[in-house]
Nanobody
Framework: QVQLVESGGGLVQTGGSLRLSCAASGRTFRYAPMGWFRQAPGKEREFVAA????????YYADSVKGRFAISGDNAKSTVYLQMNSLKPEDTAVYYC?????????????????????WGKGTLVTVSS
């Protein structure tokens, strides 16, 4: 089975930085779009960022633009989420996702429907 394995979550103070990693198994994932969602306690899961790794195109939620950066290492089938200037409202479980469909305009990712694969999540806690 294809697996997505996240790492890098933890506790950080407001204004700090954290980098999440997501490693995807399988050669077919080398250029598949990948991205991140998050779910805060008591809230719905929301889109964070996605990247078309082969083309370098990316999309971000408005709430993280200018603070988060998504990147990929195609050779390692890995995607990263660099999180800077963290705020308490960034506290959530962060989930890695992959989809075999082209990234396109990112609408599918923003809706969060029909992702082919999901990681189990990694908790990010930002203290005030």
């Amino acid at each position: 089975q294809v697996q997505l394995v996240e790492s890098g979550g933890g506790l950080v103070q407001t204004g700090g930085s954290l980098r999440l990693s997501c490693a995807a198994s399988g050669r077919t994932f080398r250029y598949a779009p990948m991205g991140w969602f998050r779910q805060a306690p008591g809230k719905e899961r929301e889109f964070v960022a996605a990247i078309s790794r082969g083309l370098g195109q990316s999309y971000y939620a408005d709430s993280v633009k200018g603070r988060f950066a998504i990147s990929g290492d195609n050779a390692k089938s890995t995607v990263y989420l660099q999180m800077n200037s963290l705020k308490p409202e960034d506290t959530a479980v962060y989930y890695c996702a992959a989809d075999l469909s082209p990234l396109g305009d990112g609408s599918k990712w923003r809706k969060g429907y029909g992702m082919d694969y999901w990681g189990k999540g990694t908790l990010v806690t930002v203290s005030s």
